[in-house]
């Protein structure tokens, strides 16, 4: 389907749903008009915990509006339980990725060709290639009386 195409589809079943008092599937179909129709859209790629589950209506609001793929990446080996905290908070996602280290979500960072990288914690960030952005997650477990935490492997006072 084309861009427009996909665009006035959905805008329609918007209408329709809303009509019907339907609404969480109106914000569904809301979500599939920006998903996946620019070219070249980046790639996103959010961790669960300590990220997500620290700001859930951010999270949900940003993964619903970004224009590219969403790749959730954690440290978990329970897949069926991520899928549910994932829909729990109502983040949209199009995969969830188990990794059983966490030095080994950056090799999924590469093979996805991650373009956004949020996480909460510095070990997850040491070996992500330069050309992605990477963003922080603030949370009580790396940031206490006004300054980051971070181990002298993650960090270096200047």
């Known amino acids: ?3 427009l195409d996909q665009v006035l589809y959905y805008a329609k079943k918007i209408k329709t749903l809303i009509s019907l008092r339907k609404f969480e599937e109106a914000e569904e179909a809301a979500t599939k008009i920006t998903k996946n129709i620019f070219e070249n859209a980046p790639t996103l790629r959010l961790d669960l915990d300590g990220t997500i589950d620290e700001a859930p209506e951010f999270y ?3 993964s619903k509006v970004w224009p590219g793929l969403v790749i ?3 440290c978990r080996t329970d897949e069926r339980k991520a899928h549910e905290d994932a829909q729990k ?4 996602y199009d995969e969830i990725v188990l990794v059983k280290r966490l ?3 950056a090799a999924i960072i590469k093979e996805y060709n991650i373009d956004v990288y949020v996480d909460d914690q510095d070990e ?3 070996d992500i290639p330069m050309d992605t952005t990477v963003l922080k997650m603030r949370n ?3 940031f ?3 300054k980051w935490l971070y181990s002298e492997k993650t960090g270096e006072k200047i």
């Open 60 to 62: 949900k609001t940003l």
């Open 72 to 74: 959730i990446v954690t």
């Open 124 to 126: 997850c960030l040491m």
């Open 89 to 92: 908070f109502g983040v949209y």
């Open 144 to 146: 206490e009386s006004g």
């Open 140 to 142: 009580p477990g790396n």
């Open 103 to 105: 030095d080994a979500k």
């Open 1 to 3: 389907m084309i861009a």
